[in-house]
């Protein structure tokens, strides 16, 4: 019988896996709770000062917010061990104007944010609850942490804040509301950048043949939609955003987009770096044209072993739990920061989830209690839960 099963058959745990089924219309109500609060990535605090409240509620201690609205909370182990972190981010893509308006299809609830990360910060919250409901005497301290900036320019600046404050020690377990049925512990190489077009302008018709930055940013783009890169390791690019010019009739002085690349290995992602900067560099324009490529994020890769306990414990408790066919995965999380310092980390999901980013997004209902189980499960077994 390994660590998680031993765990799983206690009597006051036991209780409470079967209780997350019964709970569950509870559980989805604070999802939906935490989806109606607006959350963009750098504007977070709303979200915040509702984690904070709820985890003064709960009775952990130590619960404040630092300078960039990552909001701590402390359940007290026994021991001056290094700490197990339980994070989930509060931000998400959607604009602080958007409809937040919700529609629940049978076994399916849709929604902006509900899955990532409305979802997640609801189990954060309900394993709070529990950790202390339990009154669960573990070797370690457990920090719940609902921290900011894991979406877009946020670039992990939440979770690099909260890896300083524990002096880079520890372990940590990411929780994100999609994703159940896989197991994080690689971390996907993110490299993102500006690429801005400046040029005279002019008139559309007086000043024709005048250099025009939309152009010239589209030639680029021409030029970059046919790198061709590895499908093993799996690397990516991608222009999210296209900007520029004024009117119609106008010749665009300013134009820019943003740029996505991706890769599992390291080598690949630089390899790809370098041929973008190759087409910027090698593009012909005039004197008095200027193209900049400036760093707005850059999300370090790292693994831990499969062997790790964090992952063996991870895969355990969802066997635990019932879900038989799991799989590895590599991603870009709040998991980044850990695992590139060298730190056991691992990425988790509470159900299973589609449509991300989209305001369709949608969860699925009936795996959540399932999917906090797991999360549960290991939690106990990181914090060095004693018999």
């Not at 765990?7 to 079967?18: E, G, H, N, S, T």
């Not at 609060?37 to 979200?47: A, D, K, L, Y």
């Not at 010239?216 to 690019?237: D, F, S, W």
Request: proline letters at 5%.
């Amino acid at each position: 019988m390994n660590k998680i099963q031993q765990i799983a058959r206690r009597p006051d745990v036991k209780a409470v896996l079967a209780g997350f089924e019964q709970t569950l219309p509870e559980l989805t109500d604070l999802a939906l709770q935490v989806q109606q609060i607006p959350g963009p990535t750098f504007s977070e605090q709303r979200r915040a000062d509702f984690v904070q409240s709820q985890f003064a509620r709960f009775g952990l201690q130590d619960v404040e917010q630092d300078d960039l609205h990552n909001v701590f909370g402390r359940f007290r182990g026994r021991g001056d061990g290094a700490p197990l972190v339980v994070s989930a981010h509060l931000d998400t893509v959607f604009a602080a104007d958007t409809d937040l308006s919700v529609l629940r299809n049978g076994e399916r609830i849709s929604g902006p944010g509900i899955a990532d990360n409305s979802l997640g910060v609801a189990g954060l919250l309900t394993l709070a609850r529990t950790f202390q409901e339990l009154k669960a005497k573990t070797l370690r301290d457990v920090w719940f942490v609902g921290n900011v900036g894991e979406e877009g320019l946020g670039d992990l600046r939440g979770m690099r804040a909260v890896v300083e404050r524990f002096a880079r020690r520890g372990q940590y377990m990411v929780l994100e509301g999609g994703l159940f049925g896989y197991v994080c512990h690689e971390a996907l190489g993110v490299r993102r950048f500006r690429i801005s077009v400046e040029a005279p302008g002019g008139h559309s018709w007086g000043a024709f043949g005048s250099p025009s930055a939309t152009h010239i940013l589209g030639e680029l783009i021409a030029k970059m939609v046919q790198l061709e890169v590895p499908a093993n390791p799996k690397t990516t690019y991608n222009i999210g955003v296209i900007e520029g010019g004024t009117t119609v009739n106008s010749i665009a002085r300013n134009a820019s987009m943003l740029l996505d690349l991706r890769s599992e290995d390291s080598d690949a992602l630089a390899a790809l770096v370098q041929e973008v900067e190759q087409i910027v560099q090698r593009q012909a324009r005039p004197d008095d044209v200027r193209i900049r490529m400036e760093t707005i994020g850059s999300r370090p890769a790292g693994q831990v072993g499969r062997q790790t306990p964090l992952v063996r414990w991870a895969v355990a408790a969802l066997k635990e739990v019932g879900c038989k066919d799991f799989e590895f995965t590599v991603a870009s999380t709040d998991a980044n920061i850990p695992l590139s310092s060298g730190l056991p980390a691992v990425c988790i999901g509470l159900s299973r989830s589609g449509n991300t980013h989209r305001p369709d997004e949608y969860m699925e209902v009936a795996p959540i209690p399932a999917g906090l189980g797991q999360a549960l499960l290991l939690a106990l077994a990181a914090s060095g839960l004693e018999e």
